[in-house]
């Protein structure tokens, strides 16, 4: 008789395949975004079942927190998403099958022919590990990390500010005159 641990693995299992699939077949993007939230919590159960703490943790904070939620801010402001209409849905069909099958037959036979080492995995908290792994050998290229992920933010920064101004400068040619100069009358005495 399979333990618990049995149960809650191909539980957290069935709910991933479920949600990608859900993802990958759905033809409406809402649905699709929510189908998501269930493949990527059911992701963070895998690690925590796992004993991966602060992986879990990560896992729910930015792809669940942050991502997630930033792109079902992004479906739901954007006007009329609801009349796109998918076309040539199944062209891929014909070709994407016969490589899943293939593909699906090879993982289970690597799977039922493989020697799998079997030990008993002794859960501790891996946070304080990787504390003091980010502050010690890995100091630099946490730095470094932190540098390229800045410059990225700085690039984006000026590429939206570029795109700000260039609007502004087309859209200034359309203002009336007045608008530009402001009123001409101002201290005259004359009425504006």
Known sequence: MPGVETFVFYGLAALI?????????????????????????????????????????????????????????????????????????????????????LVAAFLTTAMALGNWARSEAVAAPTTARLGDAFLREFLLPFELVSLVLLMALVGAMVVARRAVRDRGDASEGALPAEAVSGPASLGTGGTP
């Open 17 to 101: 395949l479920a949600g990608a699939g859900g993802v990958a077949f759905s033809r409406n993007i809402l649905h699709a975004a929510f189908l998501l939230l269930l493949t990527l919590s059911g992701t963070a159960g895998l690690y925590f079942f796992l004993g991966a703490d602060f992986v879990g943790v990560a896992q729910i904070l930015i792809y669940v927190g942050g991502i997630l939620v930033l792109l079902l801010f992004a479906v739901l402001l954007t006007n009329r998403i609801g009349d796109v209409r998918m076309s040539n849905r199944n062209v891929g069909y014909l070709t994407a099958v016969p490589v899943v099958l």
